[in-house]
Structures are given as structure tokens and as C-alpha cells.
């Protein structure tokens, strides 16, 4: 396995060429990929999200500021996409967490604690009874509220409780009660689609019923709403209806009914597959809740990471199986909730285990990284085209900016142990101790009266 040092070179690498993209138009922005045939670099279709624009810099920042001081160049770069943030959200519209002002939020509470409430009272203003309207349109012609992650009213409510502050319960508190409104009732429990209207389910984690149903777990333990967690555990009767527990795992289909696009139909990412659905059972694990279906909840967050350590992952094991490095869709994603778990059961075996599965990961990182005088970026593979290469991406989600926070992260883990700090986000924070949270431990005022203590941090 490589070194710490190793990880940590090739994250500064991926970290030097990521700021050499970045350019200057009433404020910073970034381009989401750099054309290998000289044509010109454009802003991501929403330059300051959190998903593929600058607000996305500021938890490679955060990682960075673990590591070492920040230049002088870095912390203008900082203190632009605050002032960039800032600037916008009083007439920003899009409220999500990956495209919005959940997102402008999470980058400003992380670069500069209590400039987060310009965000958070601008979603405050725009909350409608039922939820928030979308301008991403999912749906062509509807602003229909969204239940998800990514695009809707759960990844509003993990910011809520996350960043926490005077808008904080009313924002948990809408949100959640409009996710029990849209909920569609099973023979096994709770579903959600990404819009109420929608007739195919991605069940995982990032657009599905598992991320929804954390959303609702961390929001009723924080806001002492029973009604919020008997939910949660339905939805998660839901997701265990819909999947597999062969070989002492447990993964859900990418998409129910079959996609019609051509997709493998387990997948092991963050967004559609065990790694990002093991945080709905550290989320009911949080809200008190034993067990599901008659299943122990940590042993169903174990069996998740378990079908990660024996997929494959990270080879590339036949065409289309898995061509992405990304935290997104890929490698860095799947490390990244590696580290997680080990980090939460300190001194395991198991802790162990899963500590060689994030190296793993860095391995392969290392391993693909493309590497000149310019630094490191990636090229993921979409093995359809003529030229199966990508260009390489420089964001967050799919790019060098999010592989190199966790190559960072990996190196300090390697070095320091289960207790290195984490620079905790608003749809993980629960999956990691209190005791080594960064960001949600700023918090002036912690979610709800009847929060228990493990939420106030």
C-alpha cells in the first residue's frame, strides 16, 4: 500500500492543478471540466454550487486547513466564495443542498462560521407548506417540490440540523413534516421518489428513500419528533424489502423498475448503491432506534460496508462496472464512508478492516491519477464513447477537488488514527463521533429543545 506521504503528495498534486482553474468574473469560478483539445473552459451551469461549482472548494479548503496554513492565495480564494456566496443568496431561488442555498450554506458555515444564516434565512423566506419549489427542472415544466438528497427537501433538512442557528428548527421542521406528506405508503413501509410524481425509484442514498429516511431520523432526534423516526424506520422497511442480504451484505437495485438507460443493476457508490445507504442505519443508530425488520441496525450498517469490501471496487472488472473515481459515483465516495465507519468503532478489528478498504481506495487513486508539471487530475472512463476517456473534472462531486480532500483526509487518518478530526458535512455528520466533528461542532445554537446530548457538539 502507498504512504501517507504518498496520499498526501498526490492530494496537494490534484489540489495545485484545481487552483490553476480557478478564474475571476464578478467573483471566483471554476470551470467543471478542462478540455484536452484546447477549447475553452466555460463555468458549470451553476458556478457556485456546492455539486460543480466554488462552493464546492470550500470543504478541500477545510481538509487543507488540517493539514498545513493556508497560502496567501488560498485564503483569498476563501474569502471570495464567501463574499460570492454571501452576495447571492439574497436573490438565489434554488434551495438544494447540491445546486443551492443548502449548499451556499454548508461552504460558508465551513470557511466562515455564522455567515451560513444569510443562506438559511433565505431558505426560511422561501419555505411554501409544501417544502421548497425546485428551478432544476427534474420534471420539464414543474417547480414540484423534490424529497432528496441532492435536489430536495432531505438535503435541506440535514443542513438544518447540521449547521443549526435560529432558522434551524423551522426549516427541519418543514421539511420533514412536507417528506411525511409525500410519502407513498408499501406493503413493507414508506417509499419517496425524487418528485412525488415519479414512477421509477432510485432507493439508494443521493435521489431515494434511504437518504429521505435519514433525513427524517437526524431531524427527529434533533427536534424530539417521534413521528419523523417512526418514519424513518418505516422507509427503512421499505429499502430492506427492495434489497438483497446474500453473504452477509446488503445492497438495493440502482433504479426499480430496471433503468431503461444502461446501467449495472447493484451498484457500489455513494449515490446508488451500500456506500451512501449505510448512513440511513448510523442515522437510526443516532435516533435510538435497535433495530429494523427484526435486524440489528449496526449489523445492517456492517453488512452494507461489507458488500463494499467484497464488490470488486475499485477495479474496473468489465466495461461499465466501474469507470468513476468521483465522490459521487466512485472511488473517493466509497473511501471516504470507509473512513467513517472505521472512525465510529475505534479499536475493531472491524475498524481495521474497513481502514484497509479506504487504502484501498487511495491505492487505486494514486494509481490513476494523471500526473505532469500542471499536478494530478483524473479522467473517469464512459466506455460508449469513441474516445472512452473523460476530460478532466475539477469539482467536488466529480472531480479533482473531491479526491483530493480525501486523499488529504486519508493521509492525516493514517497518520493520526481513528480520532483525526473529520470535516463533517450536512449528509454524513452522524456517521462519525461527536468528539471528532469539525464543522458541526461550531454550532451557536444546536437544532430543537429536546436535542440529546449527542447532538449537542
Sequence with gaps: MATSETYRQVGEAAWGWVLDQVREDDGPWLPETVPADGREAVPAKDRDSLYSGIAGLAPVLAEIAQHRGLSGRERALADGIVARLSAEAGRRVEPSLYDGLAGDATALRLLAPGSESVALRRLDDLTTPDGWRTTLGFEPGSDTPLNDVV????????????????????????????????????????????????????????????????????????LGRADFVEAAVAGARHVLSVGLLDDDGFVVPHTIPPSK?????????????????SHLFAALSLAGVAEVSGIRVEDLRRRCLTSLLTSGVPERLRPGFWDNDGRCCGTAGVGDVLLDAAQDQPGTEFSETLLEGARTMGDALVERAVRDASGARWRFVEYRDEEPLLPPGTAWMQGASGIAAYLLRLARSVETGPGATVVDRPDQWWAVPAGVRLASARSARPVGTAAPDSLRT
Design 151 to 222: 435536489m430536495g427537501a432531505a438535503g435541506i433538512v440535514m443542513t438544518a440540523v447540521w449547521a443549526g442557528g435560529e432558522f434551524a428548527d423551522a426549516i427541519a421542521t418543514a421539511g420533514g413534516e412536507a417528506l411525511l406528506h409525500t410519502a407513498d405508503r408499501t406493503d413493507a413501509g414508506l417509499d419517496w421518489g425524487i418528485a412525488p410524481s415519479t414512477a421509477s425509484r432510485a432507493p439508494n442514498y443521493s435521489h431515494g428513500t434511504a437518504g429521505v429516511a435519514a433525513a427524517l431520523a437526524v431531524a427527529g432526534t434533533a
Design 261 to 277: 438507460r444502461e446501467v449495472e443493476p447493484i451498484t457500489y457508490t455513494w449515490c446508488h448503491g451500500p456506500a451512501g445507504t
